[in-house]
C-alpha cells in the first residue's frame, strides 16, 4: 500500500506559479512512477506529467514549457513546479504512484487561476 498526500495548490493570477508537492509513504520502494493529473469541472482526469523511478519525465502538450515535475527519492517526495499559470489550469490536481500492478491516487488538491 501506498499513500499520497499532496499540498500545494491554491489561488493565483494568471501569470503567476505554484509549486505542488506530493509526500509517499507506505511501500515506497515498490514505486516506479509519480505522475500529476488533473480534473477540471465537467471535464475528464488528464496526465498533466509524470516522472520515472530513474528520472525519465513526459508532459502534456498543453503543460510544456511551463511546469516541470521533479522528484525527491530520499524525500519521497514529487514535485510540480506550475509557472505562467493560466485560467484553463484551474482543476483539482491530483498525485498518481504507480507500482507492479496497482496505482494509488491522492486526495487531490485545488487550484484556481483567475484571469
Known amino acids: 500500500q501506498v499513500q499520497l498526500v499532496e499540498s500545494g495548490g491554491g489561488l493565483v493570477q494568471a501569470g503567476e506559479s505554484l509549486r505542488l508537492s506530493c509526500s509517499a509513504s507506505?511501500?515506497?520502494?515498490?514505486?516506479?512512477?509519480l505522475a500529476w493529473y488533473r480534473q477540471a469541472p465537467g471535464k475528464q482526469r488528464e496526465l498533466v506529467a509524470g516522472?520515472?523511478?530513474?528520472?525519465?519525465?513526459n508532459y502534456a502538450d498543453s503543460v510544456k514549457g511551463r511546469f516541470t515535475i521533479s522528484r525527491d527519492n530520499a524525500k519521497y517526495t514529487v514535485y510540480l513546479q506550475m509557472n505562467s499559470l493560466k485560467a484553463e489550469d484551474t482543476a483539482v490536481y491530483y498525485c498518481?504512484?504507480?507500482?507492479?500492478?496497482?496505482?494509488?491516487w491522492g486526495q487531490g488538491t485545488q487550484v484556481t487561476v483567475s484571469s
Open positions: 516522472i520515472t523511478r530513474g528520472g525519465t519525465t
Open positions: 498518481k504512484a504507480e507500482t507492479f500492478g496497482s496505482a494509488y
Open positions: 507506505g511501500s515506497i520502494f515498490s514505486i516506479n512512477v
